[in-house]
């Protein structure tokens, strides 16, 4: 069976999958007194040797069996998407708790499985998605909840992928995002929306309609991006939101990390709340402001780079194991993300809007 919750004392975590990601998320960990790293794992034996020193009494292998004989609580599941279904649903039989990188699969039909699997082993499987952890976001939640801009009336997201900036990525990193990109899934639209539509549910609850326009470039030979794209929607609720996605690929943006340029923005009836930036330092202002009878409030002591997010997640899913909150992301509630991305890019190829049952 798996790990009774709440769980009492630490959280005993493995990781599968070393990839890039996990240069974000296991620093998070290592600095963490909630959870005792106990197992790693990646097919990429130079990957688990990046991260063995750091967690010196963690099993460190290249076989998911192997990890799972720790006997962790969780399972980290940070592998490529297109094998979370497999990799999950497999880690879940063996009767795991998993937390899974988002997005929470490549399909409705692999989330699915994995949702099944979960219940089947009476285990739970959450989604890692940080930027409902980012603290400007948080602020921006709270303001807009707490009925600071009237009654809200829209949604704006916006994204400007450029190609100067940030931390250097190594291109195996990028490899599978392309090969899935052939399929209608590329790296802006799918992989990078779909932060802004969990943002959105977050914000507003689920979608009930989309509408997509996904354009391409092509930025090198044989290499196109998802841009310039546009998708539309309605929440149940019967606000109505925006995402633009624009390719800006000499713009250069300072970040630590990632170099794309993020702005949301809560339009409500007496004003707006607008978060300035996610990752990129693009706009040189507070990362919060708010507009409201003519006066403008600033935000400027909130931790705003990706690394507090990644530390704001963490200390989430430790409350949650421990009885002490939800999770960030349940699976039901990202398999509803998951749909409504899947129906704008289905969107796209019909050139009609689609209804979400």
């Known amino acids: 069976m798996p790990s009774p919750l709440p769980l009492t004392g630490t959280v005993r975590l493995a990781v599968v999958g070393l990839g890039q990601i996990s240069e974000l998320l296991l620093p998070a960990y290592a600095a963490s ?32 069996g192997e990890v799972l004989a720790a006997q962790p609580d969780v399972v980290d599941v940070l592998v490529p998407t297109p094998l979370h279904a497999e990799v999950t649903s497999e880690i879940l039989a063996a009767r795991f708790h998993v937390q899974v990188q988002k997005p929470l699969a490549r399909d409705l039909e692999g989330a699915d499985r994995m949702l099944a699997a979960a219940a089947d082993a009476a285990a739970t499987l959450n989604v890692l998605e940080d930027y409902l952890c980012y603290p400007p976001l948080v602020q921006l939640r709270d303001l807009v909840h707490d009925g600071e801009i009237g009654e809200p009336t829209g949604l704006h997201l916006k994204i400007v992928a450029t190609g100067r900036g940030g931390w250097d990525v190594p291109p195996e990193s990028y490899e599978w995002q392309f090969q899935q990109a052939q399929d209608g899934r590329g790296m802006l639209v799918f992989d990078h929306g779909w932060h802004q539509l969990a943002v959105a549910s977050w914000l507003f609850g689920p979608v009930r309609r989309i509408f997509g326009w996904v354009g391409h470039t092509e930025v090198v030979p044989g290499i196109v991006m998802d841009a310039p794209s546009t998708l539309v929607w309605e929440h149940e609720s019967g606000l109505r939101a925006v995402l633009d996605i624009t390719l800006a690929i000499d713009t250069y943006f300072r970040s630590s990390h990632y170099g794309g340029d993020e702005r949301v923005e809560v339009t409500g009836s ?37 690394p507090d997010a990644f530390a704001g997640m963490v200390a989430r899913s430790a409350a949650f194991y421990r009885g002490e909150g ?32």
């Open 33 to 64: 007194d909630a959870f005792e790293v106990v197992g790693l794992c990646d097919r990429n034996r130079k990957r688990v040797e990046r991260w063995a020193p750091v967690f010196p009494g963690a099993v460190a292998t290249t076989a998911v």
């Open 270 to 306: 007496r004003g707006f709340v607008r978060c300035n930036r996610i990752s990129a330092f693009g706009i040189q202002e507070p990362s919060v402001v708010l507009y409201r009878d003519g006066e403008i409030r600033s935000f400027h002591a909130l931790d705003d780079t990706p």
């Open 326 to 357: 939800p999770p960030v992301m349940d699976g039901a509630s990202a398999r509803q993300v998951l749909a409504a991305l899947l129906a704008g890019i289905e969107s796209s190829r019909q050139g009609v809007p689609v209804d979400l049952g």
